[in-house]
């Protein structure tokens, strides 16, 4: 059994994209410091069970829940379920996402663009609108926490990646104005940026930005990352930890990156 913590007890957490690469060291590490966590997923209904096997096997609490955040009404369906089955909600940290295909702006199909938009804002925006009632009212004796998980390119706004920078940085924009719309209920919201972290997305990022369409290791790049490695999934969820526990009380409306400093 992990050694369990006690930072988010009695918390109640919703984490989308939750039962794979960040999403699930996000899920598995909120459970282990004493969270309740919603494990939210798509289409890999296999993965978030495995996710959600591992928190239950460690001592903690989850269940797993099927929905595409693109969708207001799957969205809708999803809080109202979660907050049914744990009665409420404090924390929702909005980490579903798509990679775009790494073309040009004069070559991309506008329903790829659309898409991948739709899923980091629209998604992102869904989400929050449906879970800030009941954040509040946890949040009017405690605390509630919206972390957003971005990407340094909103940073770089590298070419070849126009649909996956305009959706984080739109994601960006939701969470600022969320920041300062919520203060004043005792919620927090943040952004939390990795740079290229080793899982599958990772790989076809990696792919979209150097071309090469062979690559699937990603440690390979270790040597030329910042401390000879490249950032894990547990690196991010460290900082989505710290920022839904009481060290950061006086912390919102902020983006940290989680790129080891950059290249």
């Known amino acids: 059994m992990t050694e369990r913590g006690t930072q988010m007890d009695g918390r109640i957490a919703f984490v989308s994209g939750g039962g794979r690469g960040i999403g699930r060291a996000i899920s598995e590490l909120l459970a282990a410091e004493g969270a309740v966590v919603a494990v939210n997923y798509r289409r890999d209904g296999a993965a978030a069970a495995a996710t959600v096997e591992k928190i239950q096997q460690d001592g903690g609490r989850a269940k797993a829940y099927a929905g595409s955040i693109d969708d207001p ?3 809708r369906s999803m809080i109202e379920l979660v907050v049914a089955d744990f009665g409420g909600l404090d924390t ?10 790494g073309h ?3 070559d991309t199909d506008p329903d790829e663009m659309i898409k991948v938009i739709a899923t980091h804002a629209f998604g992102a ?3 929050a609108r449906l879970a800030l009632p009941h954040i509040r009212a946890r949040a009017a004796s405690g605390r ?5 998980i971005s990407s340094v390119a909103t940073s770089s706004m590298n070419a070849n990646g126009a649909p996956y920078s305009m959706g984080k940085a739109a994601m960006e924009a939701l969470a600022f104005t969320l920041a300062k719309e919520e203060r004043r209920n005792g919620i927090h919201v943040n952004v939390v940026a990795p740079g290229l972290v080793e899982t599958d997305m990772g790989i076809r990022l990696a792919r979209a930005i150097t ?7 990603l440690r390979a790049l270790d040597s030329a990352s910042p401390f000879g490695r490249v950032c894990q999934p547990l690196d991010v969820a460290e900082v989505v930890l710290w920022l839904c526990s009481s060290g950061s009380g006086y912390v919102t409306g902020q983006r940290i ?3 080891g400093g950059g290249n």
């Not at 929702?92 to 295909?101: H, K, P, T, Y």
């Open 257 to 259: 990156e989680c790129n």
């Open 104 to 106: 040009s702006v004069a």
């Open 73 to 75: 009404e799957a969205c």
């Open 144 to 148: 509630g926490d919206i972390v957003m």
């Open 125 to 127: 925006h869904h989400l």
């Open 92 to 101: 929702l940290v909005c980490n579903a996402g798509i990679a775009s295909r």
């Open 211 to 217: 071309g090469n369409r062979e690559m699937d290791d």
